[in-house]
């Protein structure tokens, strides 16, 4: 069918709750992953990265963990606020040289208070 | 120190128009990347400058084309505009010649075509 719009998954958690974010990723070469964070009538803001060389990687609330067998990146927020409320996307850096960053579709992110 | 500035915020055209967007990065920034986004298509590669040089180009028309100038600033243009190139263009400004996950973006600019 007709495609209007890629659909962007919701999260709607409660403030003080953990967020947990699920991207996928397909090129098994893919060796250096980065999350993003966009607010309405903003550009994107990174947040956090990880190479392929680690499971996991923690920032201030921020976590991210690699699973390299299942080609599977979980980003996570401790202590969710409401300020975090945004579209939360995934990336992957470009093993050709360069700076080139393929997206995620996206994660809204909805804090409930 | 400031941030990406990019101008117009917001443009309005028609069909069969020309638009030119400008980039200015982060002093010290030498690699600029332009990005589309739209709700269809979401966050898409257009092109990747550095030096004055563009090294990476993404799956685009023809109409869509850039430049870098000396001071790094950057600008990129869409000739003869569709309806379907209404969206947010992005500008990155990178601190790094490759390799950096780390990209800091603009406020983008709204590109309305009617």
């Known amino acids: 069918g007709e495609s209007v719009g890629l659909h962007l998954p919701t999260l709607s958690v409660q403030e003080g709750d953990n967020s947990i974010i699920n991207c996928a990723y397909s090129n098994s070469a893919s060796d250096y992953f980065i999350w993003y964070k966009q607010e309405s009538g903003k550009g994107p803001q990174f947040i956090i990265d990880?190479?392929?060389?680690?499971d996991k990687r923690q920032g201030q609330r921020v976590t991210v963990l690699l699973n390299k067998t299942v080609k599977h990146l979980s980003p996570q927020i401790a202590a969710t606020q409401p300020g975090d409320s945004a579209v939360y996307f995934c990336?992957?850096?470009?093993?050709?040289?360069?700076?080139?960053?393929?997206f995620g579709t996206g994660t809204q992110l909805k804090v409930e208070l | 120190k400031a941030g990406v500035t990019q101008t117009p915020r917001y443009l309005i055209k028609t069909r069969g128009q020309q638009v030119t967007l400008s980039c200015s990065p982060i002093s010290g920034h030498r690699s600029v990347s332009w990005y589309q986004q739209t709700p269809g298509q979401g966050l898409q590669f257009l092109f990747e400058y550095f030096s004055e040089t563009q090294r990476n180009k993404g799956n685009f028309p023809g109409r869509f084309s850039g430049r870098q100038f000396s001071n790094s600033r950057s600008e990129m243009n869409v000739s003869t505009l569709e309806l379907g190139d209404s969206a947010l263009y992005l500008c990155?400004?990178?601190?790094?010649?490759?390799?950096?996950?780390?990209?800091?973006f603009g406020p983008g600019t709204r590109l309305t075509v009617l």
């Open positions: 990880i190479r392929s060389n680690m």
């Open positions: 990336a992957e850096l470009d093993t050709g040289g360069g700076n080139k960053l393929t």
């Open positions: 990155a400004s990178i601190p790094v010649a490759g390799g950096s996950g780390e990209q800091f």
